[in-house]
């Protein structure tokens, strides 16, 4: 029998490659994880972690202006951004520690440096002039930004990465994209009081989201005073003595300072040697697996980002558990990828799950659609005209909620807890049989007793 230096490496210390190389090790396995450079990962390193201390830096200026309203009289707010940001890595750093210090405590060995397949069982780590054979193999390398890189100019844009550690807080911004990413960081940077313009190819933002929520998130972050050009895309990017020249295929052109792309992520794969291992790729440049997270080489498993499925955290990470239960434990297991529930932390923030209102006509025939737009109170009470929209997507064959939408304050908070009855198939009596928590903002969620379309018809009639 062949005996390997470990029964299982992994590829990547992100979300997904940690959580596998800890509950591997847990288990009593022999686990090595190579990181080429810090562990946590997109999550922890440059994305949704330091992405959510952004946007609670940038919503106390609005913060600011409700609490004047309420009375209060703030003398001189200004903002420092070296002192956030460097505040900002000093939490990501003791985050990272304790990644580390978790992978270590379960047994797992930290390799640092970048990690390239020989064959289906030995793996190089150059750096460290190591080579050593697995029984499994687990690739958790995640994604890295895209851009246009032959669009003229494009080397004098940024990306998400680095907008993580400007070195000063620029005065105008310009983002291009209309994804979870260009709508998060256009309200980051808009609330810091950079000018901040937004530009997308599209009809509206946030494709693939409920109609009704892309356009009244348009409308929300306008007020805000963030400014959307949509049905537009860049020509050319051109460096001039006071900043850089944004020249869109509109003719339009905008200078600012900072010229920051969102417009995708791409799977990390690039130098891995996944064909010296016989691993596929599929047509979108992403590992192909099958329902377990197996490549077509069968002691080679991926998860997460690199396999481009469902590209959110909390998915890498039950892939992970999926693969650990599959792999090592001997109960086949498969991750449900319905009804995901996801957040986008704009501001105003949105959370949603299950289908919008286009999909399930599409799905099911005929629903029926609850819809409220409100000021919340809070706001109400300073005269803020920002509204909440709540949306809910009711099967009318049996009542079943099969969506929910939401853009508002605490939305994300709120669609963990929608997430469960949409999960459990709760029907829309079965909302409403809860009682309201009052006074807030989710009792609309059980109050909505009207349906939109019909409310619509008669008021026109
Ligand atoms: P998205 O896929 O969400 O958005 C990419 C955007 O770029 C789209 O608006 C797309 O337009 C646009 N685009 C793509 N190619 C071009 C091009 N050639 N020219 C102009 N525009 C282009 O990617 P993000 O980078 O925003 O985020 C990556 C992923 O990371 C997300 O899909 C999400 O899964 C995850 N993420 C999750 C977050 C969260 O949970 N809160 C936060 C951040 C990221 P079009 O729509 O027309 O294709």
């Not at 599959?326 to 949603?352: E, H, M, W």
Request: charged share 25%; aromatic share 8%.
């Amino acid at each position: 029998m062949t005996t390997y230096d470990y029964d299982l490496f992994v590829i990547g210390a992100g979300s997904g490659g940690v959580r596998a190389a800890r509950l591997a090790a847990l288990d009593g396995k022999r686990v090595a994880v190579a990181e080429e450079y810090r562990v946590g990962g997109t999550c922890v390193i440059r994305g949704c972690v330091p992405k959510k201390f952004m946007v609670y830096a940038s919503d106390f200026a609005h913060e600011f202006e409700v609490a004047k309203g309420y009375g209060w009289t703030i003398e001189k707010a200004s903002f420092d951004w070296p002192a956030f940001i460097h505040a900002k890595d000093v939490e990501i750093a003791r985050l990272s520690g304790l990644y580390v210090a978790n992978l270590t405590k379960a047994g797992a060995d930290l390799i640092h440096g970048r990690a390239v397949l020989k064959d289906a069982h030995t793996i190089e780590i150059p750096d460290k002039n190591l080579t050593v054979t697995a029984e499994q193999i687990l690739i958790a390398t995640g994604g890295r930004p895209w851009i246009p890189e032959t669009l003229p100019g494009a080397e004098y844009a940024i990306t998400s990465e680095e907008a993580f550690h400007l070195p000063e807080l620029p005065r105008r911004i310009l983002i291009a994209g209309g994804g979870y990413i260009a709508v998060e960081f256009a309200g980051i940077f808009a609330g810091l009081g950079v000018e901040t313009t937004l530009i997308y190819r599209g009809p509206n933002i946030l494709r693939g989201f409920d109609d009704d929520v892309r356009s009244h998130l348009a409308d929300q972050i306008q007020r805000r005073g963030i400014q959307v050009i949509l049905g537009c895309e860049h020509e050319a990017i051109e460096k001039t003595s006071t900043g850089l020249l944004n020249k869109l295929k509109t003719g339009m052109e905008i200078e600012t300072d900072v010229v920051m792309f969102a417009t995708g992520r791409i799977p990390h794969v690039k130098g891995l040697g996944l064909e010296a291992a016989g691993v596929e790729l599929n047509e979108r440049g992403a590992i192909k697996v099958d329902d377990y997270s197996r490549t077509g080489v069968e002691n080679i498993w991926a998860v997460g980002d690199v396999t481009d499925r469902v590209n959110l955290t909390p998915v890498a990470i039950r892939e992970a558990v999926a693969f650990v239960e599959t792999a090592f434990k001997n109960n086949p297991s498969r991750v449900d990828y319905a009804d995901i529930p996801t957040a986008v932390f704009s501001q105003p923030p949105v959370g949603v799950v299950g289908l919008t209102e286009h999909d399930a006509r599409q799905k099911y025939g005929k629903v029926d659609v609850y819809m409220s737009r409100f000021r919340p109170m809070r706001f109400a009470f300073v005269g803020v005209e920002e509204r909440t929209l709540m949306k809910l997507i009711v099967r009318a064959e049996d009542g079943v909620v099969v969506g929910c939408h939401i853009v508002g304050p605490d939305a994300p908070e709120m669609i963990q807890l929608a997430g469960i009855a949409v999960k459990a198939g709760l029907t829309k009596v079965q909302w409403d049989a809860t009682c309201a928590v009052h006074p807030t903002a989710a009792e609309e969620l059980v109050t909505m007793r009207e349906k939109y379309v019909e409310t619509q018809l008669t008021a026109a009639e």
